[in-house]
C-alpha cells in the first residue's frame, strides 16, 4: 500500500523560509514523476514542482521559479520542497504527489493534478506579510 505523508509546514513571515517533507512507503518506482501542489483558500489545487527522480528534469510553477526548489532522496525514499522568499500568496496546503508520467514526459503534464495517481494528506503553510 502506498502512503505519502507530508511534514515541515507551518506559520512563516513573507521572505521567510520553510522546508517541506514527503516520506513515501510501499512506493519505491524512481521512474516516475513525483510532484508538489499547492491550493491556496478558495482556489484550485496547482503544480508548484515537479522531478524525475530518476534523472534531472524538473518542472516549476511561474509563481515559484527561482524561490522554490524540488529534490528527491532515493535512499530515504522522501520528497523535499525548500521553499524560498515566501509570499502571502503562498499560502494554502500542500500536498506531495507520486506515481506521475514516466520521466516526467511533459512540464505541463507534470503540473498537473490528473497526472498523479498517490497524494498525501497535506501540510498547512501559513506566511503572513
Known amino acids: 500500500q502506498v502512503r505519502l505523508v507530508e511534514s515541515g509546514g507551518g506559520s512563516a513571515q513573507a521572505g521567510g523560509s520553510l522546508r517541506l517533507s514527503c516520506a513515501t512507503s510501499?512506493?519505491?518506482?524512481?521512474?516516475?514523476?513525483m510532484a508538489w501542489f499547492h491550493q491556496g483558500p478558495g482556489n484550485e489545487r496547482e503544480g508548484v514542482a515537479a522531478?524525475?527522480?530518476?534523472?534531472?528534469?524538473?518542472y516549476y510553477g511561474d509563481s515559484v521559479k527561482g524561490r522554490f526548489t524540488i529534490s528527491h532522496d532515493n535512499a530515504k525514499n522522501t520528497l523535499y520542497l525548500q521553499m524560498n522568499n515566501l509570499k502571502p500568496e503562498d499560502t494554502g496546503m500542500y500536498y506531495c504527489?507520486?506515481?506521475?508520467?514516466?520521466?516526467?514526459?511533459?512540464?505541463?503534464?507534470?503540473?498537473?493534478?490528473?497526472?498523479?495517481?498517490?497524494w498525501g494528506q497535506g501540510t498547512q503553510v501559513t506566511v503572513s506579510s
Open positions: 504527489a507520486a506515481g506521475g508520467d514516466a520521466f516526467c514526459s511533459t512540464r505541463t503534464r507534470s503540473l498537473a493534478s490528473y497526472s498523479y495517481k498517490h
Open positions: 510501499g512506493y519505491t518506482y524512481t521512474r516516475f514523476c
Open positions: 522531478i524525475y527522480p530518476g534523472g534531472v528534469e524538473r
